[in-house]
């Protein structure tokens, strides 16, 4: 059975996880929600104005009441700023797994990060969650994404078409990544 915690705040050597606040929504159209290489890869286009951002964030701050729902804004212990994010979902209860998606700003990449981010957030959902299975994707040409999920520890399972008919600037081949409980223990 899975330990249906809701989103708790997470405490890494350089980073916070916690839930988001209204007040985030400025570090979110400076740092991320505009960047069009960073949204690249996702199914929305680059925020327009600080009112779309402040929208989407109220839609999020909603779902906290859902002890399913985990998501969290990644904030830089050093500034302070909010600098990308990191989810579960596709939550099967009956095989007790989820699925993990991240995102960071342009100016946080190459810095070992979201690494940091992930393995804490694999740790929460094995250890705390009681997940016994992670999986994830990536847009075949975002191969910085399956290098995180690799020093994670993930491994390749296969690589397949995916289309997203509401979306069809991100239908393709993606690459896809799982890792278990006992190969995380490991």
């Known amino acids: 059975m899975i330990n249906y915690t809701g989103t708790k705040t997470i405490e890494t050597t350089r ?9 985030d929504a400025d570090d979110m159209f400076n740092n991320w929600v505009t960047d069009s290489e960073v ?13 779309e951002t402040k929208s989407v964030l109220q ?6 009441v859902k002890s399913d729902y985990y998501h969290w804004v990644i904030i830089y212990r050093e500034n302070a700023q909010a600098i990308g994010y990191i989810y579960l979902d596709e939550i099967n ?25 992930c393995k804490s957030v694999l740790s929460f959902a094995f250890t ?12 075949i040409d975002n191969s910085a994404s399956g290098r995180v999920m690799q020093k ?29 409980k006992e190969e995380w223990s490991v």
Not at 15 to 23: G, Q, V
Not at 39 to 50: Q, R, S
Not at 128 to 139: D, F, P, T
């Open 39 to 51: 949204t690249k890869f996702w199914g929305w286009n680059p925020h327009k104005d600080i009112e």
């Open 152 to 180: 994670c520890g993930m491994k390749l399972t296969g690589i397949a078409r995916r289309d997203f008919p509401d979306c069809e600037r991100i239908s393709g081949e993606y690459c896809f990544y799982e890792i278990s």
């Open 59 to 64: 839609d999020w701050l909603k779902e906290y």
């Open 93 to 117: 209860e009956d095989e007790k797994t989820a699925a993990v998606h991240y995102l960071i700003s342009r100016k946080y990449w190459n810095k070992g990060i979201m690494t940091e981010v």
């Open 128 to 139: 705390e969650m009681k997940l016994e299975k992670i999986k994830s994707r990536h847009y």
């Open 15 to 23: 980073l916070i996880l916690r839930r988001y606040e209204i007040t």
